[in-house]
């Protein structure tokens, strides 16, 4: 237990010096990083050739197995993460706000670094590089604790994160990795608030719930994605069936994939058949309310829970809805607040669905999908918060950071 | 314990119709309110006595009794809290961000209410009606808990609000109230994650940090102020000896007053003598480190815990260090993060201490005890927030708003 609070205690130490580092000496750690990568591949494989083994061991599945196994296309694809974030702007130092009180103070609002960073994810390694690099670069120090399967290889990595660090000049705590596959390593590490400003979790819902229910430390949240798309009377029924196709059928496992679909009364004879014709195409089961089951007789009812229900599968429940305001009101009552759609042909509603629904993302005749750290143009994804404090939607480098009040006088007092 | 759920559950449910009231609807509410208020004085006033009587029963202090009283002129100065925030500018719908997409998508950010806020204070009334009002003005539905002593006049004021609430057509559950003294129902409030958003707690700190290590909800917190002033070798003296002075005389009792005073080495025979009579003058007690001894022999020893210390009281310790480096150091080491000055006169050690120290709020030439929202011209303030996460300082309207992406497609899918 004392290994985790010695090793939060080194991390928060190595933040004051990654605190004012500058852009240049945070993009030659990266550089070196990326070199030393591509040297140490093959160290890299070897261990995670160790953690592979145990895995079948275990038997885990499939899925499971090939989220651990990194080889040497992965490795390439780390070290391209490592140079695009290179490229990316450095936040910290920006000034984003100022003003002069009549008193003469000018007050300036300064981008800093948050400071000390903890990260606790599940099996895939790659986190382990790619939350590293963007938390460095925005200044911070970084605490991870990786799932216990990928023991031997995120030791590696993180080995060469630390031989890049020291070639730099910058403390090699600057990243710590604890190293038990212990639970309750996870517990002491969220207790940990004297020295982390914050907890990033990344894993499974109930895995998040726990870091939630347990952290004495701020935590940002990576909740569920119960997307829903609306199609409006005025829509054209081409774009909302290219729409839906593309929020459900293009990759149903992920958050911003759509579960819902809600279909104005007046054109739901005209449309349900046509959609529901192309999505079972695609192998997706169809649920609906009593009127689209009036017009979809084949489908299965929706229960009350499957309109609060994540699928991330190729599953989609079907409501006829009379207004937009019953749609928005379904919207803000099952939905997760994760990403939401509206299709119509009319500006006033359109309006007044980005205006009242309250997700992190609603769009007006886009796909659910485009919520993303990439799509959104951030040049990279930290991950995407459903949550309201601090940050809300796809998180990047800004994420990353706080501000602080810079001001300056000339000797004012407060009276 | 159902009636903390169910009020917050109400709670959330009017924040739906709140999240897109027009400004025009809440600053009619908020002129109600006024009116109510003046219509209202006597029942408050008599709720108020009988609040008093209880706790002079009780034997409270004559310092508490003070912060529960409510009499005609503290009515009127809530009732003028009201029309200055019917004057501020309301942040929701304010689109804070801009850009357009290689594939045509818009993507905006948007202010938006944070949604159910819950708020936990302890004796003075006033803050029902502060601390409703700008949540109201921000779109946010509230839950209050205030403290037991207050129970009667604080059921006075829900009262007026819910009358001016419904008398301008929102519902009456906007604010909600907890009614139970029972302490037993502020842990209830802490778990009800599923309806409220933030829970914003004023108070003592070791109330504070219940509420931190109890809640399942993001709390902004409102921590300690061990502030300092660190005076510089390049110095006006003069204008060095008005600051210290105003940052710990002025008001000790609160936050933002300082508590730390650091000396550079090369001027502290000159500078030490000079502040340390000053602050005597104003039955200041001076505590310091051996090399502050050596020059003001007669002052107690600072020991290891004084540098960790908020005093709030007319106590200062006093440290000579040898460079801008020292005094970041141990400002970053020992501070709480608050608010820390340096008087200079050379700009480029005054923008090296702006950068390096990890503050709420960092001076140059200026005391510590305009860390304010007044001060700072946000025309209002909820509190003081020295975590990172959302809010750092002093926290306005905008800090009790949230943002969302609103996009805007000509049926972009995601290929």
Known sequence: MINVQQKAADVREASRILYSATTEKKNLFLRKLAHYLKDQRRNIMIANRQDMEAAQEA?????????????????????AGVHAVIALPDPVGKIVSRKKRPNGLIIERMRVPLGAVGIIYEARPNVTIDASILCLKAGNAVLLRGGSEALCTNAAL???????????????????????????????????????????????????????????????????????????????????????????????????????????????????????????????????????????????????????????????????????????????????????????????????FLREVDSAAVYVNASTRFTDGYEFGMGAEIGISTQKLHARGPMGLEELTCTKFIVRGKGQIRK
């Open 59 to 79: 038997g885990l599945s499939k899925v499971l197995l090939d989220r651990l196994l990194l080889n040497e296309e992965r490795i390439e694809q780390m070290i």
């Open 158 to 352: 993180v080995s060469v994160l630390k031989v890049a660090l020291e070639k730099t000049g910058l403390p090699a705590s600057c990243v710590e990795f604890i190293d038990s596959p212990d639970r309750t390593a996870v517990t002491e590490m969220l207790k940990q608030d004297k020295y982390l400003d914050v907890i990033i979790p990344r894993g499974s819902q109930s895995f998040i719930r726990f870091v939630a229910e347990n952290s004495t430390i701020p935590v940002i949240m990576h909740g569920e994605g119960n997307c829903h798309v609306f199609i409006d009377k005025s829509a054209n029924l081409t774009m909302a069936e290219e729409i839906v196709f593309n929020a459900k059928v293009q990759r149903p496992s992920v958050c911003n994939a759509t579960e819902k679909l809600l279909v104005h009364k007046s054109i739901a004879k005209k449309f349900l058949p046509r959609i529901a014709k192309r999505l079972q195409e695609a192998h997706v089961e169809l649920r609906g309310d009593d009127y689209a089951r009036s017009i979809l007789p084949s489908i299965l009812p929706a229960t009350e829970e499957d309109w609060y229900r994540e699928y991330l599968d190729l599953k989609i429940a079907v409501k006829v809805v009379s207004s937009v305001e019953e749609a928005i009101q379904h919207i803000n009552k099952y939905g997760s607040h994760h990403s939401d759609a509206i299709v119509t042909g009319t500006k006033s509603v359109g309006d007044k």
